[in-house]
T-cell receptor, first 109, second 114 residues
Framework: SQQGEEDPQALSIQEGENATMNCSYK?????LQWYRQNSGRGLVHLIL?????REKHSGRLRVTLDTSKKSSSLLITASRAADTASYFC?????????FGKGTSLLVTP | GAGVSQSPRYKVTKRGQDVALRCDPI?????LYWYRQALGQGPEFLTY????????KSGLPNDRFSAERPEGSISTLTIQRTEQRDSAMYRC???FGQGTTEAFFGQGTRLTVV
């Protein structure tokens, strides 16, 4: 079963703008991860945030986690055309990752 | 190898045939996962191995699906008596430790049942 739910399902922005994607989940987690998938290819790990963390940065990525609301957000700043991809949040229940349906991001030049 | 390797990349099979999908994880990775991904959807968990032990197979859709990892390295996902609804991308992932840290995904096997 898929636990995470990303919002919006699709997002279209212009290069240079920021993109924000949200993820809501249902049960308690050990950590939450974000992955990127380009055009149906393999998934690539972006960032992991632990349940006792509230915010994490990696380059142009910023992830927040609110365990009380069971939600997370991924912010991509100064987007580039190469950021066009599907983005998935994945919740970790201790051994397996459960993925949401993803947000499809289109960045136009 | 450098990454998770899956074979074959593409498999077309006739309904009713059995298929075996192979996953070669990153050397030394303890955990191995199988996922299925339909077009436009996120990966759906199928099963998980810790070394050679199948810790969770709750995501396997029915008893036609089985998986093994006999020596704690290469894994095989077998689908017996394939049906058209089995058509999907099957993805394997591995991670270094027990439980999930960063998972590394293979390129997947695209299965088409005709």
């Amino acid at each position: 079963s898929q636990q995470g739910e990303e919002d919006p399902q699709a997002l279209s922005i212009q290069e240079g703008e920021n993109a924000t994607m949200n993820c809501s989940y249902k049960t308690s987690i050990n950590n939450l991860q974000w992955y990127r998938q380009n055009s149906g290819r393999g998934l690539v790990h972006l960032i992991l945030i632990r349940s006792n963390e509230r915010e994490k940065h990696s380059g142009r990525l910023r992830v927040t986690l609110d365990t009380s609301k069971k939600s997370s957000s991924l912010l991509i700043t100064a987007s580039r055309a190469a950021d066009t991809a599907s983005y998935f949040c994945a919740t970790d229940n201790g051994y397996a990752l459960n993925f949401g349906k993803g947000t499809s991001l289109l960045v136009t030049p | 190898g450098a990454g998770v390797s899956q074979s074959p990349r593409y498999k077309v099979t006739k309904r009713g045939q059995d298929v075996a999908l192979r996953c070669d994880p990153i050397s030394g990775h303890v955990s191995l996962y199988w996922y299925r991904q339909a077009l436009g959807q996120g990966p759906e968990f199928l099963t998980y191995f810790n070394y050679e032990a199948q810790q969770d197979k709750s995501g396997l859709p029915n008893d036609r699906f089985s998986a093994e990892r006999p020596e704690g390295s290469i894994s095989t996902l077998t689908i017996q008596r394939t049906e058209q609804r089995d058509s999907a991308m099957y993805r394997c992932a591995s991670s270094f430790g027990q439980g999930t840290t960063e998972a590394f995904f293979g390129q997947g096997t695209r299965l088409t049942v005709v």
